[in-house]
């Protein structure tokens, strides 16, 4: 079965940093993109960034660009997020998914991690 599990979720001040990593697992045939959502309370889920896995190419919120970074470990099936310049309204749940063709059906579909929790004090 194929597993997404997100962690490096954390408390920051202000201005800070943190890393945050995704790594899919399991029998995999492809990986067609993957990407990181967020979501607060109240708030609709919204897309952060997003890697396309053939050509590595990046999208990033207009919010996030120039602070955020995506990039990824093919080897190991990982993505990563790296959050400079935290402020209070990046805090939220922060979610993965990766889009995939699993290795025993290769019926593509789409696999969400369980979240973790990022909050930016001021």
């Known amino acids: 079965q194929v597993h997404v599990v997100e962690s490096g979720g954390g408390l920051v001040q202000a201005g800070g940093s943190l890393r945050l990593s995704c790594a899919a697992s399991g029998r995999i045939f492809r990986i067609n993109d993957m990407g990181w959502y967020r979501q607060a309370p109240g708030k609709q889920r919204e897309l952060v960034a997003a890697?396309?896995?053939?050509?590595?190419?990046?999208n990033y919120a207009g919010s996030v660009k120039g602070r955020f970074t995506i990039s990824r470990d093919n080897a190991k099936n990982t993505v990563y997020l790296q959050m400079n310049s935290l402020k209070p309204e990046d805090t939220a749940v922060y979610y993965c998914?990766?889009?995939?063709?699993?290795?025993?059906?290769?019926?593509?579909?789409?696999?969400w991690g369980q979240g973790t929790q990022v909050t930016v004090s001021s």
């Open positions: 890697l396309t896995w053939i050509t590595g190419s990046t």
């Open positions: 998914k990766s889009d995939l063709l699993p290795g025993d059906s290769l019926i593509r579909g789409d696999y």
